[in-house]
């Protein structure tokens, strides 16, 4: 590559850069929009499994899966919000337990941190602390109606797309090149969505059963936020224990009922995040941890919780498409867990 050529690709990509920070109102819309249209396909394909289902039109099944994602949404954000309101009118309890805590403290290890609980518990807002986490929920989904309004017209796409991929690419081996590189794209985004859901759905609702148990303050809310914050790599799990387990220790004033949280939810982040999904997933997610740790970072830098989140599809399909080009598939090698990208 001349020097020429290095100038060009070091100004597309910083015009990209650009481009994905202040245009992420339009973009991240979108991007939600077409994993949501993933998950919408997953759910359709395991309900073609079903005997009397499999017979139905694709376009039934297109609809009754979007209902189904729809109205799975819906329904958490409602819950989501009574669950709010239910933890803002029971603030008064968790301010009056920071005094509580500071004398268990100091009674089992015989230091005073009165005065700087009594400093923590002036400057804490607890109603704030509820309303930023609200909001990021809120927002890791966008704007609602832009997201919806993509999705209809993806789903729209979505039947004639095949065609428009032949009309483009006349020529067949160029096609079938093409063609094979949109299969794996969605094989891969599909499959880690899939297992990410499912395993992110059975440690949220373990989880909920603990809390329940417990006997901690809206458990429900917690719940989903263990699911949510499990899409988010490495550090996702840890936050996702150490909300629970802070708000039970604020909630009960006593160590007790926080050290079960913190131990029962974490041995549960274990067992699922490092056991059963690895082994469900298999080496269909070929990242090395150093990549999945600095793509959070960027994706994280540039927008937020929902880089984070989105962090993982992004990197899978830019492997995926780096690795069919010979200028870019050292790179695609390189962000690779095992150094061997499949042809």
Do not use: C
């Not at 409602?78 to 239910?86: G, W």
């Not at 005094?99 to 609980?117: P, Y």
């Not at 090149?177 to 297992?195: E, M, P, R, T």
């Not at 004033?253 to 949280?261: D, K, Q, R, S, Y």
């Amino acid at each position: 590559m001349d020097t020429a050529k290095k100038i060009y690709v070091f100004l597309i990509l910083i015009t990209i850069v650009v481009v994905l920070i202040y245009a992420q109102s339009i973009i991240i819309p979108f991007i939600l929009a077409i994993l949501f249209l993933f998950l919408i396909r997953v759910i359709r394909r395991i309900l073609a499994k079903i005997k009397f289902v499999s017979r139905w039109p694709q376009w039934i099944l297109t609809l009754f899966s979007s209902v189904i994602l729809l109205s799975f949404l819906v329904f958490t954000v409602e819950m989501i919000t009574r669950n709010i309101q239910h933890l803002t009118a029971t603030l008064p309890v968790y301010e009056a337990n920071i005094h509580k805590i500071t004398q268990l403290i100091n009674a089992q290890f015989e230091v005073d941190l009165s005065d700087i609980l009594n400093d923590f518990a002036k400057d804490l807002n607890f109603g704030g602390i509820l309303s930023k986490i609200f909001s990021t929920l809120t927002n890791l989904f966008g704007d609602a109606f832009m997201v919806l309004l993509y999705l209809i017209f993806l789903l729209l796409e979505e039947p004639t797309f095949p065609g428009k991929m032949k009309a483009m690419y006349p020529d067949k081996k160029r096609f079938e090149q093409v063609n094979g590189l949109v299969k794996k794209i969605d094989h891969s985004v599909s499959s880690y969505i899939a297992v990410k859901t499912m395993a992110s759905l059975l440690t949220g609702l373990l989880s909920y059963f603990v809390l329940l148990f417990v006997g901690i303050d809206a458990p429900i809310f917690w719940a989903f936020l263990i699911f949510i914050l499990n899409f988010i790599p490495t550090i996702g799990s840890l936050v996702a224990t150490l909300f629970p387990t802070v708000f039970a220790l604020l909630q009960f004033g006593e160590f007790t009922p926080a050290i079960l949280v913190l131990a029962v939810v974490g041995a549960i982040q274990l067992v699922v995040g490092n056991l059963l999904e690895p082994r469900v997933m298999g080496s269909s997610l070929n990242i090395t941890p150093l990549a999945v740790f600095l793509t959070l970072a960027l994706w994280g830098l540039m927008w937020g919780i929902t880089g984070m989140l989105l962090s993982i599809p992004i990197t899978v399909i830019l492997i995926i498409i780096m690795s069919e080009f010979p200028e870019t598939r050292p790179f695609a090698i390189l962000l690779s867990r095992t150094g061997k990208i499949k042809d």
